[in-house]
């Protein structure tokens, strides 16, 4: 647990150079750290002192993050910049043996003999033991030698590689084998644990590789590509599994936040007729004279919404993310109601409401239950757009608000602009919401330009970009 | 400057005293807010001791805890202070002889002021903390008034000038997160996000509420807790739910966690239908139902 921070490596300069260095890294991160966050980071540093490495990264995360969300990414930075050792680890902990026999990295070591301390620490499910082993795995398998030898230009250190070689997932059997838990419940739960504790491992092979890798090749080099970008930040198109994975646990919280974002919006708009009670309680303060009318507010119908998604294989992760966004936001409008299509537009409203909500499973289950592609897999905008207007035309009024969802890559097939006319003039609204970068709208066989002259465009390739778009734009 | 505690060990060991078990980055941000004299702005999920925490710093620094407990709509008149008007009026209509000068300064003093939290936290003769919860309820103008107290502890009156905290209260501000706050008031606190604990705290916290349950109990307890925690749920457990559910195994007199046990208890832990069902499938609760 007290790991000292190590100073003593030339490059960075002084301490208040690195703090500005790590600022600037966080900075590129997109997290908005201020001149003063940076000043109480200093102060920070003046009152705890360096001895205790856990206590400093809690000191400036208290200074410098301002949201909930951005935990992981000063972590990452914070390990590049403020590493716990500088090379390989010779500490060791707790037993405080310095004579170098005890250490983990004091004997060559083979795969197998680090699998078996990974089996070890997982058996014993302690945290510290993890490290340790981290640090090993990675001197013992992660090392890339570029050039002539080590310290040359490119060299580094791979967690890639290191996992690779390790593949930790093999010591999960070993390990609870040696926890010799009990059939049943308590097995079921050791399984999780040491599941989580393997992630965990990952994790800590990542910063360690990191560590060592910045050692190498400067920190701003590494803190700018090595560390994962926040949630809000990925773009739906590029996602990987686990960004996906991280980006369905945000929707709870982003549709309270818009729920509390529309209904504000709502409440400023909606002023009705005078509160007469209201209004003379509050006259008091000008000796009974009514200075400041209290209004009543006046309840209007809310808005209905109609999604229109592409859920072709391209833009699903965007379509299967704004779907459960607006349905968690369900209680805002008086009805949601959403369609799919690829080249043949189904209504999904059930599928997406659908007691059993496994978000995981919702792209399935849109595919097997509904007819979005009944002749071939590509998608056809025109095609769908006009199977949307015959088939459910009617669904849309003047209250209605549409949503279109997608990238409009109409694969060269003919766009069907008047079936969009149509759609833009029922509603009240209409926005399309495109997950691609606004420079590429145009390109290829996108028909963005096109539709754009019709309906209002607008680029949406981020969560963040997503939220600000649903929260400034839909009706209230 | 205040200094209420040594160092950051003293922060754990005096809340501690107080029945509050912190985590080091806890213990780390109070020392800091208290030395950097900032306030805190505390964020995270429901039920992980946000208010708990100010209640202990309370307690363990003797300071009278003043709360403001925000919500929609709260205002000026709420949070700071209000002019007693009926009392003024009493004051005008008894001084029929009076001046118009005496009753003007006399009128707009200390005696017709109702102080309210903020006002009160300022205005102590004592140390004071000052508890400023769930500042996400309340709307934003409200926050514009926050950042005067809040960097440099005071509050103008008009009528009777800017009053100066005798001693700068320790604030703490909850939030969980309805709505974002203002880039201005996130700047003047420091950030602490309380997650849920890991594993060996949140045994200790438990044992330390629920002083019957025994050890391995809790340590069963609080592992099916952290299994569910890692399934998507609605609403994940939170401590206050072990702790629940800590109190309902010892009153069904549970000595230690089966399948069965969980499965009658899991309603104590989990408060929506499709969550609880979702926790019966990750745990195979129904699996073991029919092998039963």
Not at chain 1, 430 to 435: A, G, M, R, V
Not at chain 1, 453 to 472: K, N, P, Y
Not at chain 2, 167 to 193: G, M, W
């Amino acid at each position: 647990m007290t790991d000292r921070v190590s100073t003593s490596d030339s490059g960075a300069g002084s301490l208040p150079g690195r703090l500005v260095a790590m600022v600037e890294a966080l900075r590129g991160h997109g997290m908005v750290v201020g001149t003063s966050e940076t000043v109480d980071a200093a102060q920070v540093m003046g009152v705890l002192t360096l001895a205790d490495r856990d206590l400093l990264r809690e000191g400036l995360a208290a200074a410098l993050i301002r949201r909930t969300g951005q935990r992981r990414v000063f972590d990452a930075v914070f390990d590049v910049y403020f590493p716990a050792a500088v090379g390989a680890r010779t500490s060791v902990r707790e037993d405080g043996a310095d004579d170098g026999t005890a250490s983990p990295t004091a004997r060559p070591r083979g795969v197998d003999d680090v699998r078996d301390d990974l089996v070890e620490a997982l058996a014993q499910g302690g945290r510290e033991a993890l490290e340790d082993v981290a640090a090993a795995a990675v001197d013992a398998l992660g090392a890339i030698q570029a050039g002539s030898g080590p310290g040359a230009a490119g060299a580094g250190w791979s967690a890639r590689q290191t996992l690779e070689q390790l593949r930790p997932q093999t010591a999960i059997v070993r390990a609870l084998a040696q926890r010799g838990s009990t059939a049943g419940f308590g097995e079921r739960l050791d399984r999780d644990e040491v599941r989580r504790d393997v992630e965990r491992f990952r994790e800590l092979v990542q910063t360690e590789a990191s560590r060592r890798t910045a050692e190498v090749r400067g920190r701003d080099r590494v803190a700018k590509y090595a560390v994962r970008p926040d949630a809000s930040q990925v773009e739906f198109l590029a996602a990987s599994r686990e960004q996906v994975l991280e980006l369905r646990r945000t929707v709870q919280p982003l549709a309270r936040r818009l729920a509390t974002r529309l209904s504000a919006r709502r409440r400023r708009r909606n002023r009705g007729q005078v509160d007469i009670r209201r209004t003379l309680r509050r006259s008091m303060s000008y000796g009974g004279v009514p200075l400041n009318p209290v209004f009543e507010h006046r309840r209007k119908a809310r808005p209905e919404l109609v999604l229109l998604c592409d859920t072709s294989g391209s833009v699903a992760g965007f379509a299967g993310f704004t779907m459960l966004l607006v349905q968690a936001l369900r209680d805002q409008f008086s009805k949601v109601r959403v369609f799919a299509f690829v080249n043949h537009t189904d209504e999904v409203t059930e599928l997406v409401t659908g007691g059993e909500a496994d978000p995981a499973a919702l792209a399935e289950r849109i595919a097997a239950n509904a007819n979005v592609a009944p002749w071939h897999a590509s998608s056809d905008y025109g095609r769908a757009l006009r199977s949307f207007v015959t088939r459910y035309g009617a669904v849309i009024g003047p209250r209605t608000s549409v949503l279109i969802l997608g990238d409009a890559r109409a694969n060269h097939l003919d766009p069907d602009l008047d079936a969009l006319r149509d759609i833009v003039g029922r509603a009240r609204r209409t926005f399309w919401l495109n997950p691609e970068h606004e420079s590429r709208w145009g390109l290829g066989d996108s028909v963005a330009p096109a539709y754009a002259q019709i309906v209002d465009m607008h680029e949406c390739r981020t969560v963040d970009q997503l939220s600000g778009v649903v929260g400034r734009l839909l009706p209230v | 400057m205040s200094e209420r505690f040594a160092s950051v060990e003293d922060v754990t060991d005096q809340l501690a005293a107080q029945g509050y078990l912190a985590s080091p980055s806890v213990a780390t941000t109070v020392f800091l807010a208290d030395r950097l004299d900032k306030p805190l702005l505390v964020e995270g999920p429901a039920g992980v001791g946000k208010t708990e925490l100010a209640r202990a710093v309370a307690q363990a620094t003797g300071a009278g805890l003043v709360r403001l407990q925000c919500y929609e709509g709260v205002d000026e008149a709420r949070a700071l202070y209000e002019w007693n008007h009926a009392k003024q009026l009493l004051r005008i209509t008894s001084g029929r002889g009076e001046t118009w000068d005496a009753t003007r300064d006399d009128i707009f003093t200390d005696e017709f002021l109702l102080a309210r939290p903020l006002l009160q936290a300022i205005r102590s003769e004592d140390p004071s903390t000052l508890l400023i919860d769930e500042v996400d309820k309340a709307d934003l103008e409200i926050e514009g008034l926050l950042l005067e107290v809040l960097s440099d502890y005071a509050i103008t009156v008009p009528e009777l000038g800017t009053l100066t905290a005798r001693h700068a209260p320790f604030t703490v501000l909850t939030s969980n997160a309805t709505r974002e706050l203002s880039e201005a008031l996130r700047r003047r606190c420091l950030f602490l996000h309380i997650d849920f604990p890991e594993p060996d705290l949140e045994e200790r916290i438990v044992r330390s509420r629920v002083p019957g349950v025994d050890d391995t109990l809790a340590t069963s307890l609080v592992r099916v807790v952290n299994a569910l925690r890692r399934i998507d749920l609605r609403k994940a457990p939170s401590v206050s739910e072990s702790i629940d559910w800590a109190r309902t195994l010892l009153a069904l007199g549970a000595e230690s966690l089966d399948e069965a046990v969980v499965d009658e208890t899991l309603g104590v832990l989990l408060k929506h239908t499709d969550d609880v069902a979702r926790a019966r499938k990750h745990l195979q609760l129904d699996e073991a139902d029919v092998r039963r």
